[in-house]
């Protein structure tokens, strides 16, 4: 059974930092891609950033130039460091892996709450 589990969340003020971690456990295949998601209520869960296992990365618009995606493999562990925070970046970060196009697994999520 794979399991995600992020930490790092947090309160911050606009124009801060925050740098979220992801630790993945369990059978997971070696090339894969892990990535960031976000959600606000009311909301469609919404990608952010992802990496594969060759470190090949891909940030969606509102992101880029502020926020960077990082692995390491040796420790299942993904990272996203979140800088110049904006309180539209407010919302549940979601951790997920997906390998085989059929497997797919999420964290419990982390809070991120930025406050102007």
């Known amino acids: 059974q794979v399991q995600l589990v992020e930490s790092g969340g947090g309160l911050v003020q606009a124009g801060g930092s925050l740098r979220l971690s992801c630790v993945a456990s369990?059978?997971?295949?070696?090339?894969?891609?892990m990535g960031w998601y976000r959600q606000v209520p009311g909301k469609q869960r919404e990608l952010v950033a992802t990496?594969?296992?060759?470190?090949?990365?891909n940030y969606v618009d509102p992101v880029k130039d502020r926020f960077t995606i990082s692995r390491d493999n040796a420790k299942n562990t993904v990272y996203l460091q979140m800088n110049s925070l904006k309180p539209e970046d407010t919302a549940v970060y979601y951790c997920?892996?997906?390998?085989?196009?059929?497997?797919?697994?999420w964290g419990q999520g982390t809070q991120v709450t930025v406050v102007s």
């Open positions: 990496i594969t296992t060759d470190g090949s990365t």
């Open positions: 369990g059978n997971i295949f070696r090339f894969n891609v």
């Open positions: 997920n892996v997906r390998y085989l196009t059929t497997y797919s697994y």
